[in-house]
């Protein structure tokens, strides 16, 4: 069992930058894959970035591929979103996900865990 909690999320202007982090519990987080997933109103929630339990390798959608970046801390069991240039469509409720199965996932029904989510907001 998981436990994430997000945080880091906020109201930013268009091209300003915000780093999400995401806190697991338990003691075997660096087996886990791990996603981060985003939601707006109306919308289907969609994969922004994947990274593999080891951090070696990492998935981004093409929609913020060159502006984002996933990074994860597995001493400190936590994995970040670093969000640069941020854009008003990029708007929406961002979750971390865990999963028990291996390579990179960007489906939210390959992953096992969530978090709560956390509110990112960019005024044009």
């Known amino acids: 069992q998981v436990q994430l909690v997000e945080s880091g999320g906020g109201l930013v202007q268009t091209g300003g930058s915000l780093r999400l982090s995401c806190a697991a519990s338990?003691?075997?987080?660096?087996?886990?894959?791990m996603g981060w997933f985003r939601q707006s109103p109306g919308k289907e929630r969609e994969c922004v970035g994947s990274?593999?339990?080891?951090?070696?390798?990492?998935w981004y959608a093409d929609s913020v591929k060159g502006r984002f970046t996933i990074s994860r801390g597995n001493a400190k069991n936590t994995v970040y979103l670093q969000m640069n240039s941020l854009k008003p469509e990029d708007t929406a409720v961002y979750y971390c996900?865990?999963?028990?199965?291996?390579?990179?996932?960007?489906?939210?029904?390959?992953?096992?865990?969530w978090g709560q989510g956390t509110q990112v907001t960019v005024s044009s």
């Open positions: 996900a865990a999963s028990e199965r291996r390579g990179l996932l960007i489906t939210t029904r390959n992953y096992d865990y």
């Open positions: 338990g003691r075997t987080f660096s087996s886990y894959a």
């Open positions: 990274i593999s339990s080891s951090g070696s390798t990492t």
